[in-house]
Protein backbone atom coordinates (compact mmCIF):
# COMPACT_ATOMS: atom_id res chain seq x y z
CA UNK A 1 0.00 0.00 0.00
CA UNK A 2 1.42 3.93 -0.62
CA UNK A 3 2.53 5.50 1.95
CA UNK A 4 1.12 8.52 0.85
CA UNK A 5 -2.70 8.84 -0.99
CA UNK A 6 -4.78 11.09 -1.83
CA UNK A 7 -8.97 10.07 -1.65
CA UNK A 8 -11.59 12.75 -3.39
CA UNK A 9 -15.33 11.68 -3.76
CA UNK A 10 -17.41 14.94 -3.04
CA UNK A 11 -20.53 13.88 -5.10
CA UNK A 12 -23.57 13.62 -3.45
CA UNK A 13 -25.49 10.04 -4.37
CA UNK A 14 -28.75 9.52 -4.50
CA UNK A 15 -29.25 5.64 -5.63
CA UNK A 16 -32.93 3.66 -5.49
CA UNK A 17 -36.65 3.59 -6.54
CA UNK A 18 -38.02 6.90 -7.02
CA UNK A 19 -34.23 8.30 -7.12
CA UNK A 20 -35.23 10.95 -9.69
CA UNK A 21 -38.14 12.72 -7.94
CA UNK A 22 -35.64 14.38 -5.46
CA UNK A 23 -33.97 15.86 -8.51
CA UNK A 24 -36.14 18.98 -7.88
CA UNK A 25 -35.14 19.35 -4.04
CA UNK A 26 -31.20 18.75 -5.63
CA UNK A 27 -31.74 21.54 -7.89
CA UNK A 28 -33.62 24.03 -5.29
CA UNK A 29 -30.73 23.38 -2.75
CA UNK A 30 -28.43 24.36 -5.42
CA UNK A 31 -29.84 27.49 -5.89
CA UNK A 32 -30.72 26.63 -9.39
CA UNK A 33 -34.50 27.75 -11.41
CA UNK A 34 -33.45 27.52 -14.57
CA UNK A 35 -31.49 24.30 -15.33
CA UNK A 36 -30.22 22.99 -18.46
CA UNK A 37 -31.38 20.13 -19.19
CA UNK A 38 -28.06 17.74 -22.25
CA UNK A 39 -28.70 14.64 -23.13
CA UNK A 40 -28.59 12.76 -27.17
CA UNK A 41 -30.84 12.08 -29.74
CA UNK A 42 -30.98 8.63 -28.93
CA UNK A 43 -32.67 8.91 -25.24
CA UNK A 44 -34.93 11.51 -26.77
CA UNK A 45 -35.78 9.10 -29.38
CA UNK A 46 -36.50 5.71 -27.56
CA UNK A 47 -37.90 8.36 -24.55
CA UNK A 48 -36.01 8.38 -21.48
CA UNK A 49 -35.70 12.36 -22.13
CA UNK A 50 -39.75 12.28 -21.95
CA UNK A 51 -39.23 9.58 -19.28
CA UNK A 52 -37.01 12.15 -16.70
CA UNK A 53 -39.36 15.09 -17.17
CA UNK A 54 -42.44 12.39 -15.76
CA UNK A 55 -40.12 11.34 -12.90
CA UNK A 56 -38.66 14.61 -11.75
CA UNK A 57 -42.17 16.69 -11.62
CA UNK A 58 -42.32 19.41 -11.37
CA UNK A 59 -38.71 20.38 -12.50
CA UNK A 60 -39.10 22.17 -15.42
CA UNK A 61 -36.32 22.56 -17.78
CA UNK A 62 -35.32 25.74 -19.21
CA UNK A 63 -33.24 24.61 -22.27
CA UNK A 64 -32.88 20.88 -23.33
CA UNK A 65 -30.24 19.85 -25.80
CA UNK A 66 -29.96 17.00 -27.14
CA UNK A 67 -27.52 17.17 -29.84
CA UNK A 68 -24.46 15.77 -27.82
CA UNK A 69 -23.02 13.16 -30.85
CA UNK A 70 -21.72 9.83 -29.48
CA UNK A 71 -17.68 11.65 -30.57
CA UNK A 72 -18.54 14.73 -28.71
CA UNK A 73 -15.66 17.67 -29.45
CA UNK A 74 -14.83 21.18 -28.34
CA UNK A 75 -17.21 22.25 -30.86
CA UNK A 76 -20.52 20.67 -28.86
CA UNK A 77 -19.25 22.48 -25.70
CA UNK A 78 -18.55 25.43 -26.87
CA UNK A 79 -22.33 25.38 -28.55
CA UNK A 80 -23.24 24.47 -25.06
CA UNK A 81 -21.79 27.13 -23.33
CA UNK A 82 -23.31 29.58 -25.49
CA UNK A 83 -26.69 28.42 -25.25
CA UNK A 84 -26.12 28.41 -21.38
CA UNK A 85 -25.43 31.93 -21.45
CA UNK A 86 -27.95 33.27 -23.87
CA UNK A 87 -30.72 31.85 -21.98
CA UNK A 88 -29.69 32.67 -19.28
CA UNK A 89 -29.21 28.84 -17.03
CA UNK A 90 -28.14 28.60 -14.26
CA UNK A 91 -27.51 24.55 -13.63
CA UNK A 92 -26.35 21.95 -16.17
CA UNK A 93 -28.42 18.34 -15.86
CA UNK A 94 -26.67 16.08 -17.71
CA UNK A 95 -28.58 12.80 -18.76
CA UNK A 96 -27.10 9.95 -20.67
CA UNK A 97 -23.93 7.71 -20.95
CA UNK A 98 -20.06 8.60 -20.98
CA UNK A 99 -19.89 10.20 -24.01
CA UNK A 100 -23.22 13.47 -22.52
CA UNK A 101 -21.35 13.21 -19.28
CA UNK A 102 -18.18 13.75 -20.26
CA UNK A 103 -19.19 16.79 -22.71
CA UNK A 104 -21.57 18.67 -20.15
CA UNK A 105 -18.15 17.96 -17.95
CA UNK A 106 -16.54 19.87 -20.57
CA UNK A 107 -19.09 22.68 -20.74
CA UNK A 108 -19.37 23.19 -17.08
CA UNK A 109 -15.49 23.43 -16.79
CA UNK A 110 -15.70 26.11 -19.51
CA UNK A 111 -18.38 27.76 -18.00
CA UNK A 112 -16.91 27.85 -14.31
CA UNK A 113 -13.17 28.87 -15.57
CA UNK A 114 -14.78 31.93 -17.83
CA UNK A 115 -12.58 30.28 -20.31
CA UNK A 116 -12.77 30.51 -24.57
CA UNK A 117 -10.87 27.65 -25.33
CA UNK A 118 -11.08 24.73 -23.16
CA UNK A 119 -7.50 22.71 -24.59
CA UNK A 120 -5.94 25.23 -22.34
CA UNK A 121 -7.72 23.17 -19.24
CA UNK A 122 -6.11 19.99 -20.85
CA UNK A 123 -4.17 18.15 -18.53
CA UNK A 124 -3.30 16.82 -14.56
CA UNK A 125 -5.10 18.56 -11.99
CA UNK A 126 -4.07 22.05 -13.35
CA UNK A 127 -7.80 23.60 -13.12
CA UNK A 128 -8.52 26.04 -10.12
CA UNK A 129 -11.57 26.22 -8.33
CA UNK A 130 -13.75 28.31 -10.42
CA UNK A 131 -17.48 29.62 -10.64
CA UNK A 132 -19.60 27.24 -9.40
CA UNK A 133 -21.71 26.18 -12.00
CA UNK A 134 -24.62 23.74 -9.91
CA UNK A 135 -24.11 20.01 -12.24
CA UNK A 136 -26.03 17.45 -11.66
CA UNK A 137 -25.44 13.70 -13.44
CA UNK A 138 -28.42 10.87 -14.21
CA UNK A 139 -26.73 8.27 -15.77
CA UNK A 140 -28.82 5.25 -18.17
CA UNK A 141 -26.03 3.38 -18.48
CA UNK A 142 -24.14 1.74 -15.63
CA UNK A 143 -20.30 1.25 -17.31
CA UNK A 144 -18.45 4.17 -17.30
CA UNK A 145 -18.90 5.66 -13.49
CA UNK A 146 -18.52 9.28 -14.89
CA UNK A 147 -21.33 10.53 -12.92
CA UNK A 148 -18.55 10.17 -9.81
CA UNK A 149 -15.00 10.54 -11.55
CA UNK A 150 -12.45 13.78 -11.82
CA UNK A 151 -11.75 12.64 -15.56
CA UNK A 152 -13.42 14.13 -19.05
CA UNK A 153 -12.40 12.64 -22.65
CA UNK A 154 -12.74 15.25 -24.88
CA UNK A 155 -12.09 15.60 -28.33
CA UNK A 156 -9.63 18.61 -30.30
CA UNK A 157 -12.71 19.65 -33.37
CA UNK A 158 -9.31 21.03 -34.73
CA UNK A 159 -6.45 18.42 -34.97
CA UNK A 160 -9.30 15.17 -33.91
CA UNK A 161 -7.21 14.13 -31.21
CA UNK A 162 -8.69 12.90 -27.94
CA UNK A 163 -7.12 14.71 -24.63
CA UNK A 164 -7.55 13.81 -21.24
CA UNK A 165 -8.98 16.28 -17.93
CA UNK A 166 -8.25 14.87 -14.78
CA UNK A 167 -9.39 17.46 -12.01
CA UNK A 168 -11.87 18.01 -9.25
CA UNK A 169 -13.23 20.67 -10.78
CA UNK A 170 -15.25 18.04 -13.03
CA UNK A 171 -16.46 16.48 -10.17
CA UNK A 172 -20.54 16.81 -10.03
CA UNK A 173 -22.53 18.34 -6.95
CA UNK A 174 -24.88 15.58 -6.98
CA UNK A 175 -25.48 11.81 -9.06
CA UNK A 176 -29.05 10.26 -9.35
CA UNK A 177 -28.47 6.39 -9.86
CA UNK A 178 -32.55 5.40 -10.59
CA UNK A 179 -32.80 2.18 -11.54
CA UNK A 180 -36.26 3.37 -13.94
CA UNK A 181 -33.49 4.70 -16.56
CA UNK A 182 -31.60 1.24 -17.52
CA UNK A 183 -34.34 -0.64 -17.79
CA UNK A 184 -34.13 0.38 -22.02
CA UNK A 185 -30.90 -0.56 -22.13
CA UNK A 186 -30.17 -3.55 -24.00
CA UNK A 187 -28.74 -7.07 -23.55
CA UNK A 188 -25.41 -6.64 -25.46
CA UNK A 189 -24.84 -2.86 -23.84
CA UNK A 190 -25.71 -3.57 -20.35
CA UNK A 191 -23.37 -6.78 -20.59
CA UNK A 192 -20.20 -4.46 -21.75
CA UNK A 193 -21.02 -1.69 -19.84
CA UNK A 194 -21.16 -3.82 -16.87
CA UNK A 195 -18.00 -5.61 -17.94
CA UNK A 196 -16.36 -2.04 -18.30
CA UNK A 197 -17.28 -1.49 -14.47
CA UNK A 198 -15.83 -4.42 -13.96
CA UNK A 199 -12.61 -3.53 -15.10
CA UNK A 200 -12.46 -0.33 -13.46
CA UNK A 201 -12.82 -2.09 -10.26
CA UNK A 202 -9.93 -4.27 -10.85
CA UNK A 203 -7.57 -2.44 -12.29
CA UNK A 204 -8.41 0.02 -9.43
CA UNK A 205 -7.19 -2.58 -6.86
CA UNK A 206 -3.97 -3.47 -8.44
CA UNK A 207 -3.09 -0.19 -10.01
CA UNK A 208 0.08 2.21 -8.31
CA UNK A 209 -2.77 4.54 -7.17
CA UNK A 210 -4.71 2.34 -5.49
CA UNK A 211 -5.39 2.75 -1.59
CA UNK A 212 -7.54 1.53 1.37
CA UNK A 213 -10.29 3.59 0.60
CA UNK A 214 -10.25 3.11 -3.29
CA UNK A 215 -9.94 -0.60 -2.23
CA UNK A 216 -13.31 -0.38 0.08
CA UNK A 217 -15.04 1.11 -3.26
CA UNK A 218 -13.71 -1.36 -5.66
CA UNK A 219 -14.35 -4.70 -3.87
CA UNK A 220 -17.84 -3.72 -2.99
CA UNK A 221 -18.12 -3.60 -6.91
CA UNK A 222 -16.91 -6.26 -7.85
CA UNK A 223 -19.06 -8.24 -5.72
CA UNK A 224 -21.92 -6.55 -6.86
CA UNK A 225 -20.91 -6.85 -10.59
CA UNK A 226 -20.91 -10.69 -10.16
CA UNK A 227 -23.99 -11.17 -8.29
CA UNK A 228 -26.13 -9.27 -10.62
CA UNK A 229 -24.51 -8.32 -14.30
CA UNK A 230 -25.37 -11.78 -15.50
CA UNK A 231 -29.13 -11.45 -14.36
CA UNK A 232 -29.32 -7.71 -15.17
CA UNK A 233 -28.59 -9.16 -18.68
CA UNK A 234 -31.04 -12.12 -19.34
CA UNK A 235 -33.67 -11.08 -16.83
CA UNK A 236 -33.32 -7.11 -16.76
CA UNK A 237 -35.48 -6.47 -13.73
CA UNK A 238 -35.39 -3.37 -11.77
CA UNK A 239 -33.16 -4.99 -9.00
CA UNK A 240 -30.19 -6.16 -11.00
CA UNK A 241 -30.38 -2.92 -12.95
CA UNK A 242 -30.23 -0.66 -9.80
CA UNK A 243 -27.13 -3.04 -8.42
CA UNK A 244 -25.26 -2.44 -11.46
CA UNK A 245 -25.92 0.93 -11.70
CA UNK A 246 -24.34 1.48 -8.00
CA UNK A 247 -21.61 -1.12 -8.83
CA UNK A 248 -20.65 0.80 -12.13
CA UNK A 249 -20.77 4.35 -9.26
CA UNK A 250 -18.28 2.41 -7.02
CA UNK A 251 -16.37 1.21 -9.64
CA UNK A 252 -15.71 4.85 -10.89
CA UNK A 253 -15.25 6.18 -8.03
CA UNK A 254 -12.19 3.62 -7.07
CA UNK A 255 -11.29 4.34 -10.63
CA UNK A 256 -11.17 8.09 -10.28
CA UNK A 257 -8.71 7.97 -6.86
CA UNK A 258 -6.54 5.16 -8.08
CA UNK A 259 -6.94 5.01 -11.90
CA UNK A 260 -6.86 2.21 -14.52
CA UNK A 261 -3.80 0.15 -15.92
CA UNK A 262 -3.05 -1.52 -19.31
CA UNK A 263 -6.64 -3.24 -20.31
CA UNK A 264 -8.05 0.48 -20.47
CA UNK A 265 -4.60 1.53 -22.00
CA UNK A 266 -4.98 -1.00 -25.20
CA UNK A 267 -8.92 -0.48 -25.17
CA UNK A 268 -8.58 2.63 -25.71
CA UNK A 269 -6.38 2.47 -28.22
CA UNK A 270 -8.64 -0.49 -29.95
CA UNK A 271 -11.33 2.32 -29.89
CA UNK A 272 -9.17 4.77 -31.80
CA UNK A 273 -7.80 2.62 -34.07
CA UNK A 274 -10.90 0.38 -34.95
CA UNK A 275 -13.66 1.93 -33.65
CA UNK A 276 -14.26 -0.86 -31.30
CA UNK A 277 -17.27 -0.18 -28.83
CA UNK A 278 -14.95 0.46 -25.23
CA UNK A 279 -16.85 -2.11 -23.22
CA UNK A 280 -16.66 -4.73 -25.96
CA UNK A 281 -12.71 -4.26 -26.10
CA UNK A 282 -13.08 -4.09 -22.58
CA UNK A 283 -14.66 -7.81 -22.77
CA UNK A 284 -11.85 -8.96 -25.07
CA UNK A 285 -9.06 -7.32 -23.52
CA UNK A 286 -9.55 -8.21 -19.88
CA UNK A 287 -8.29 -12.16 -18.98
CA UNK A 288 -5.24 -11.71 -21.27
CA UNK A 289 -4.16 -8.75 -19.79
CA UNK A 290 -4.71 -10.51 -16.44
CA UNK A 291 -2.78 -13.50 -17.43
CA UNK A 292 -0.22 -10.52 -18.32
CA UNK A 293 -0.08 -9.08 -15.11
CA UNK A 294 -0.37 -12.04 -12.96
CA UNK A 295 3.17 -12.24 -11.25
CA UNK A 296 2.68 -8.31 -10.14
CA UNK A 297 -0.45 -8.70 -8.88
CA UNK A 298 -0.30 -12.14 -7.74
CA UNK A 299 -1.60 -11.35 -4.18
CA UNK A 300 -4.44 -8.78 -5.20
CA UNK A 301 -5.98 -11.20 -7.54
CA UNK A 302 -5.88 -13.71 -5.09
CA UNK A 303 -7.70 -11.79 -2.66
CA UNK A 304 -10.45 -10.56 -5.31
CA UNK A 305 -11.45 -14.18 -5.80
CA UNK A 306 -12.97 -13.84 -2.89
CA UNK A 307 -15.43 -11.02 -3.84
CA UNK A 308 -15.82 -12.03 -7.32
CA UNK A 309 -16.98 -15.68 -6.06
CA UNK A 310 -17.65 -16.70 -2.61
CA UNK A 311 -16.28 -17.44 1.09
CA UNK A 312 -17.32 -21.11 0.17
CA UNK A 313 -15.44 -21.09 -3.22
CA UNK A 314 -12.40 -18.52 -1.48
CA UNK A 315 -11.83 -21.13 0.89
CA UNK A 316 -11.64 -24.14 -0.84
CA UNK A 317 -9.31 -23.25 -3.80
CA UNK A 318 -5.73 -23.35 -2.33
CA UNK A 319 -3.96 -19.65 -2.04
CA UNK A 320 -1.16 -20.43 -4.42
CA UNK A 321 -4.18 -21.35 -7.13
CA UNK A 322 -6.51 -18.67 -5.93
CA UNK A 323 -5.01 -15.71 -8.39
CA UNK A 324 -5.22 -18.10 -11.74
CA UNK A 325 -8.84 -19.75 -10.08
CA UNK A 326 -9.74 -15.66 -10.43
CA UNK A 327 -8.91 -15.19 -14.28
CA UNK A 328 -10.33 -18.49 -14.63
CA UNK A 329 -13.86 -17.64 -13.73
CA UNK A 330 -13.22 -14.07 -15.77
CA UNK A 331 -12.99 -16.01 -18.18
CA UNK A 332 -16.16 -18.29 -17.45
CA UNK A 333 -17.69 -14.78 -16.57
CA UNK A 334 -17.42 -12.87 -19.87
CA UNK A 335 -17.82 -16.16 -21.97
CA UNK A 336 -21.71 -16.63 -20.61
CA UNK A 337 -22.52 -12.66 -21.35
CA UNK A 338 -20.69 -13.19 -24.66
CA UNK A 339 -23.14 -16.40 -25.40
CA UNK A 340 -26.04 -14.67 -24.09
CA UNK A 341 -25.71 -11.36 -26.15
CA UNK A 342 -23.19 -12.73 -29.27
CA UNK A 343 -20.69 -9.44 -28.67
CA UNK A 344 -18.31 -9.97 -31.07
CA UNK A 345 -14.82 -10.55 -28.99
CA UNK A 346 -12.47 -10.74 -31.76
CA UNK A 347 -10.40 -7.73 -33.73
CA UNK A 348 -10.87 -9.55 -36.82
CA UNK A 349 -14.74 -8.77 -36.24
CA UNK A 350 -13.91 -5.06 -36.21
CA UNK A 351 -11.59 -5.33 -39.47
CA UNK A 352 -8.35 -5.91 -37.76
CA UNK A 353 -4.77 -6.24 -39.74
CA UNK A 354 -1.24 -6.89 -39.13
CA UNK A 355 -1.07 -3.07 -39.53
CA UNK A 356 -3.59 -1.85 -37.43
CA UNK A 357 -2.12 -4.24 -34.87
CA UNK A 358 0.99 -2.05 -34.94
CA UNK A 359 -1.17 1.03 -35.08
CA UNK A 360 -2.45 -0.01 -31.57
CA UNK A 361 0.19 -0.92 -29.68
CA UNK A 362 1.50 2.58 -30.99
CA UNK A 363 -1.33 4.31 -29.31
CA UNK A 364 -1.46 2.00 -26.33
CA UNK A 365 2.30 2.64 -24.97
CA UNK A 366 1.23 6.38 -25.02
CA UNK A 367 -1.93 6.18 -23.37
CA UNK A 368 -2.24 7.86 -19.80
CA UNK A 369 -3.51 4.66 -17.86
CA UNK A 370 0.32 2.93 -18.96
CA UNK A 371 1.52 5.58 -16.23
CA UNK A 372 -0.59 3.82 -13.24
CA UNK A 373 -0.22 0.58 -14.59
CA UNK A 374 1.23 -1.87 -11.90
CA UNK A 375 3.05 -3.92 -14.31
CA UNK A 376 4.65 -1.38 -16.91
CA UNK A 377 4.46 -2.90 -20.09
CA UNK A 378 6.20 -2.05 -24.05
CA UNK A 379 4.80 -1.91 -27.39
CA UNK A 380 5.46 -6.11 -27.58
CA UNK A 381 3.74 -7.09 -24.78
CA UNK A 382 0.82 -5.10 -26.11
CA UNK A 383 1.15 -7.00 -29.52
CA UNK A 384 1.17 -10.15 -27.82
CA UNK A 385 -1.75 -9.36 -25.84
CA UNK A 386 -3.31 -7.93 -29.19
CA UNK A 387 -2.34 -11.53 -30.94
CA UNK A 388 -4.61 -13.32 -28.05
CA UNK A 389 -7.58 -11.53 -29.00
CA UNK A 390 -6.78 -11.38 -33.11
CA UNK B 1 11.98 32.00 -2.29
CA UNK B 2 15.35 31.16 -4.69
CA UNK B 3 15.80 28.52 -6.70
CA UNK B 4 17.40 24.86 -4.91
CA UNK B 5 20.92 24.88 -6.84
CA UNK B 6 21.15 20.43 -6.29
CA UNK B 7 17.77 20.63 -8.18
CA UNK B 8 18.78 22.59 -10.38
CA UNK B 9 22.09 20.39 -10.97
CA UNK B 10 20.09 17.50 -11.53
CA UNK B 11 17.39 18.86 -13.65
CA UNK B 12 20.09 19.78 -16.03
CA UNK B 13 21.83 16.68 -15.74
CA UNK B 14 18.23 14.72 -16.64
CA UNK B 15 17.85 17.32 -19.64
CA UNK B 16 21.12 16.41 -20.82
CA UNK B 17 20.33 12.70 -20.26
CA UNK B 18 17.22 12.80 -21.71
CA UNK B 19 18.89 14.22 -25.13
CA UNK B 20 21.48 12.12 -25.23
CA UNK B 21 19.40 8.93 -24.91
CA UNK B 22 16.87 10.12 -27.02
CA UNK B 23 20.10 9.95 -29.77
CA UNK B 24 22.23 6.57 -29.10
CA UNK B 25 19.34 4.57 -27.27
CA UNK B 26 17.26 2.94 -30.11
CA UNK B 27 14.07 2.41 -27.59
CA UNK B 28 14.05 6.01 -26.46
CA UNK B 29 14.76 7.35 -30.23
CA UNK B 30 11.58 5.30 -31.27
CA UNK B 31 9.67 7.03 -28.43
CA UNK B 32 11.52 10.59 -29.62
CA UNK B 33 10.01 9.88 -33.16
CA UNK B 34 6.92 9.70 -31.83
CA UNK B 35 6.52 13.00 -29.57
CA UNK B 36 4.72 15.72 -31.86
CA UNK B 37 6.58 18.69 -33.72
CA UNK B 38 8.47 20.97 -32.13
CA UNK B 39 7.39 20.16 -28.93
CA UNK B 40 8.39 22.77 -25.88
CA UNK B 41 8.80 21.17 -22.38
CA UNK B 42 9.02 22.72 -19.09
CA UNK B 43 9.78 20.87 -15.58
CA UNK B 44 9.70 23.09 -12.47
CA UNK B 45 8.52 23.10 -9.15
CA UNK B 46 5.67 24.97 -7.41
CA UNK B 47 7.27 28.24 -5.76
CA UNK B 48 10.46 27.79 -7.47
CA UNK B 49 9.60 28.52 -10.85
CA UNK B 50 11.00 26.63 -13.67
CA UNK B 51 14.22 24.76 -13.78
CA UNK B 52 14.52 22.97 -17.30
CA UNK B 53 13.31 23.63 -20.61
CA UNK B 54 13.74 21.40 -23.49
CA UNK B 55 12.58 22.08 -26.99
CA UNK B 56 12.30 19.20 -29.44
CA UNK B 57 13.93 19.53 -33.08
CA UNK B 58 14.93 17.60 -36.34
CA UNK B 59 18.05 16.33 -34.58
CA UNK B 60 17.17 15.96 -31.09
CA UNK B 61 16.30 17.90 -28.24
CA UNK B 62 18.08 21.20 -27.39
CA UNK B 63 18.17 23.23 -24.08
CA UNK B 64 16.10 26.32 -24.33
CA UNK B 65 12.31 27.45 -23.93
CA UNK B 66 10.06 27.87 -26.78
CA UNK B 67 7.31 30.97 -27.47
CA UNK B 68 4.87 28.66 -25.54
CA UNK B 69 5.43 25.50 -23.91
CA UNK B 70 3.54 22.11 -24.70
CA UNK B 71 4.22 20.24 -21.81
CA UNK B 72 4.37 21.63 -18.53
CA UNK B 73 5.45 19.81 -15.68
CA UNK B 74 5.34 21.18 -12.28
CA UNK B 75 6.26 19.42 -8.64
CA UNK B 76 4.09 20.34 -6.28
CA UNK B 77 6.64 20.82 -3.65
CA UNK B 78 10.90 20.59 -3.49
CA UNK B 79 10.41 17.44 -1.57
CA UNK B 80 8.26 15.46 -4.12
CA UNK B 81 10.40 16.69 -7.16
CA UNK B 82 13.51 15.75 -4.92
CA UNK B 83 12.37 12.23 -4.39
CA UNK B 84 12.22 11.75 -7.60
CA UNK B 85 15.29 13.26 -8.54
CA UNK B 86 17.31 11.72 -6.29
CA UNK B 87 15.99 8.42 -7.27
CA UNK B 88 13.39 7.67 -4.26
CA UNK B 89 10.17 6.62 -6.27
CA UNK B 90 9.67 6.64 -10.32
CA UNK B 91 7.64 9.41 -12.20
CA UNK B 92 4.76 6.94 -12.09
CA UNK B 93 4.56 6.70 -8.71
CA UNK B 94 4.80 10.32 -7.87
CA UNK B 95 1.86 10.67 -10.71
CA UNK B 96 0.07 8.06 -8.15
CA UNK B 97 0.87 10.59 -5.42
CA UNK B 98 -1.16 13.14 -7.02
CA UNK B 99 2.66 14.56 -6.68
CA UNK B 100 2.80 16.04 -10.17
CA UNK B 101 0.62 19.05 -12.21
CA UNK B 102 0.66 18.01 -15.56
CA UNK B 103 -0.70 20.61 -18.39
CA UNK B 104 -0.60 19.75 -22.06
CA UNK B 105 -1.31 16.90 -23.72
CA UNK B 106 -1.20 13.73 -21.18
CA UNK B 107 -0.41 10.89 -23.86
CA UNK B 108 3.01 12.87 -24.95
CA UNK B 109 3.78 13.25 -20.81
CA UNK B 110 3.33 8.98 -21.24
CA UNK B 111 6.22 8.94 -23.81
CA UNK B 112 8.20 11.09 -21.88
CA UNK B 113 8.11 9.39 -18.63
CA UNK B 114 8.89 5.91 -20.77
CA UNK B 115 12.39 8.16 -21.68
CA UNK B 116 12.61 9.15 -18.33
CA UNK B 117 12.55 5.77 -17.06
CA UNK B 118 15.12 4.81 -19.52
CA UNK B 119 18.01 7.87 -18.11
CA UNK B 120 17.36 7.11 -14.77
CA UNK B 121 18.13 3.24 -15.26
CA UNK B 122 21.55 4.68 -16.76
CA UNK B 123 21.89 7.52 -14.54
CA UNK B 124 21.02 5.48 -11.00
CA UNK B 125 22.59 2.40 -9.74
CA UNK B 126 20.46 -0.72 -10.17
CA UNK B 127 20.70 -0.45 -6.33
CA UNK B 128 18.54 2.24 -6.40
CA UNK B 129 15.82 2.01 -9.58
CA UNK B 130 15.47 -1.90 -8.68
CA UNK B 131 12.53 -1.14 -6.12
CA UNK B 132 10.69 1.19 -9.36
CA UNK B 133 12.15 0.03 -12.05
CA UNK B 134 11.94 -3.24 -14.29
CA UNK B 135 14.67 -4.62 -15.57
CA UNK B 136 15.77 -3.17 -18.78
CA UNK B 137 18.63 -3.53 -21.64
CA UNK B 138 21.16 -0.93 -21.42
CA UNK B 139 22.34 -0.36 -25.12
CA UNK B 140 25.45 1.37 -23.73
CA UNK B 141 27.82 1.39 -20.86
CA UNK B 142 26.13 4.10 -18.30
CA UNK B 143 29.98 5.34 -18.03
CA UNK B 144 28.90 7.52 -21.24
CA UNK B 145 26.13 8.80 -19.89
CA UNK B 146 27.80 9.97 -17.03
CA UNK B 147 30.54 11.59 -19.19
CA UNK B 148 28.05 13.22 -21.48
CA UNK B 149 25.81 14.54 -18.18
CA UNK B 150 28.51 15.91 -17.24
CA UNK B 151 30.81 17.29 -19.57
CA UNK B 152 28.99 16.71 -23.13
CA UNK B 153 27.31 19.80 -25.12
CA UNK B 154 23.50 18.94 -25.78
CA UNK B 155 23.90 20.91 -28.76
CA UNK B 156 26.37 18.97 -30.48
CA UNK B 157 24.52 15.12 -29.96
CA UNK B 158 22.35 14.29 -32.51
CA UNK B 159 20.07 11.60 -34.09
CA UNK B 160 21.51 9.94 -36.46
CA UNK B 161 18.95 9.01 -39.18
CA UNK B 162 14.97 9.71 -38.64
CA UNK B 163 13.41 6.53 -39.37
CA UNK B 164 11.84 4.07 -36.76
CA UNK B 165 14.79 1.51 -35.83
CA UNK B 166 13.01 -1.45 -36.44
CA UNK B 167 15.84 -3.55 -34.20
CA UNK B 168 14.49 -1.40 -31.30
CA UNK B 169 11.02 -2.92 -31.08
CA UNK B 170 12.85 -6.54 -31.05
CA UNK B 171 14.89 -5.04 -27.76
CA UNK B 172 11.97 -4.12 -26.12
CA UNK B 173 10.72 -8.06 -25.89
CA UNK B 174 14.18 -8.14 -24.30
CA UNK B 175 13.46 -5.53 -21.59
CA UNK B 176 10.66 -6.89 -20.44
CA UNK B 177 10.83 -7.11 -16.24
CA UNK B 178 12.98 -10.51 -15.87
CA UNK B 179 12.76 -9.70 -12.16
CA UNK B 180 10.37 -11.69 -10.31
CA UNK B 181 8.44 -9.74 -8.06
CA UNK B 182 8.76 -10.31 -4.17
CA UNK B 183 5.24 -11.63 -3.84
CA UNK B 184 5.96 -15.43 -3.77
CA UNK B 185 3.83 -18.32 -3.08
CA UNK B 186 5.34 -18.65 0.01
CA UNK B 187 4.70 -15.06 1.65
CA UNK B 188 1.37 -14.98 -0.32
CA UNK B 189 0.37 -17.79 2.33
CA UNK B 190 1.35 -15.15 5.10
CA UNK B 191 -0.55 -12.53 3.32
CA UNK B 192 -4.06 -14.02 2.17
Known sequence: ?390 | MSKSILVNFICKALGKGIGYACCKDLVCRDIFLMLPKDLNISLGIMGDGEYLHLRKTESGFCFGAGAEEDLKITFKSRKSARLVLLGGISVAESFARHDILLEGNINTAVLLVRIIDRVEYYLFPRLITRKFLPRMQKEFASLKMYGFVLFGNLGKVKIEGNKKAKSAKSRLKKQKSSEKPEKTDENLQNVV
Open chain 1, 1 to 390: MNNYFEFNNGVKILCGDSALSNLNYELDFLGAKNPMLLSDEGLEKVGTVGQLAKFAKPVKFKTIFTKIPADSSTLTINQIARLYINNGCDAIVALGGGSVIDTAKGARLVLGQSCDDIMRLSGNEIVKKGKHIPFIVIPTTSGTGSECTAVAVIKNAKTKTKLEFISSELLPDCAILDGRLTLKLPPKLTASTGVDALVHAIEAYTSLQKNAISDIYATTAIKLISQNLVEAVSRGDKTSRLNMALASNLAGTAFSNSMVGIVHAIGHACGAVLNVPHGNAMMMLLAPCMDYNLDECYIEYSKLLLYFTNEDEYISTKPTERAKALIVKIREFIAQLQEETGVLLKLTDYGADENSLELIADKAIADGAAITTPKRFTRDDVLEILRQVY
